[in-house]
C-alpha cells in the first residue's frame, strides 16, 4: 500500500485555490479512510479532512469547513483511488506542508494522526497576503 502527492502545492495568494491530489494504490478491499493532514511551523499536525470508503467525507476541520472540500475520483469501491483537496479562499494561517495519509481497516481515528498507517511525502503550502 502506498500514497503519494501527485500534484504539488506551491505558492498562492490569499483568497486564491489550490488543488492537491493524493494517489493511493494498493487499498484493502474491507476497508479504509483517507486523511488530509498540514504542519504549520512550529505548530503541531493537525487534520484537515477525512474520508471513509464506506462512508465518504467524515471529518473537516473547523478551520477549513465552507472552503475546503475532499473528493474522490470515483475509484473508492477499487484498490487504486485518487482523492482530491479542493482549497477555495486561502489565508495565510493555511500556509503549512500538507500531506495524504490512509487508515487501514474499517473503523476509523481520523483526524487523530497517530491511527495512520501509511503517509505521503508532504508538500509545502504558501498563502501569501
Known amino acids: 500500500l502506498r500514497c503519494s502527492c501527485r500534484r504539488w502545492g506551491g505558492l498562492v495568494q490569499a483568497g486564491g485555490s489550490l488543488r492537491l491530489s493524493c494517489a493511493a494504490s494498493g487499498l484493502p478491499f474491507y476497508g479504509y479512510t483517507i486523511g488530509w493532514f498540514r504542519q504549520a511551523p512550529g505548530k503541531q499536525r493537525e487534520g484537515v479532512s477525512c474520508m471513509s470508503k464506506t462512508d465518504g467525507v467524515i471529518y473537516y476541520a473547523d478551520s477549513v469547513k465552507g472552503r475546503f472540500t475532499t473528493s474522490g475520483d470515483g475509484a473508492e469501491l477499487k484498490d487504486n483511488v485518487i482523492v482530491y483537496l479542493q482549497m477555495n479562499n486561502l489565508k495565510r494561517e493555511d500556509t503549512a506542508t500538507y500531506y495524504c495519509?490512509?487508515?487501514?481497516?474499517?473503523?476509523?481515528?481520523?483526524?487523530?494522526?497517530?491511527?495512520?498507517?501509511?503517509w505521503g511525502k508532504g508538500t509545502l503550502v504558501t498563502v501569501s497576503s
Open positions: 495519509a490512509v487508515e487501514v481497516g474499517r473503523g476509523s481515528m481520523c483526524p487523530n494522526s497517530r491511527g495512520m498507517d501509511y
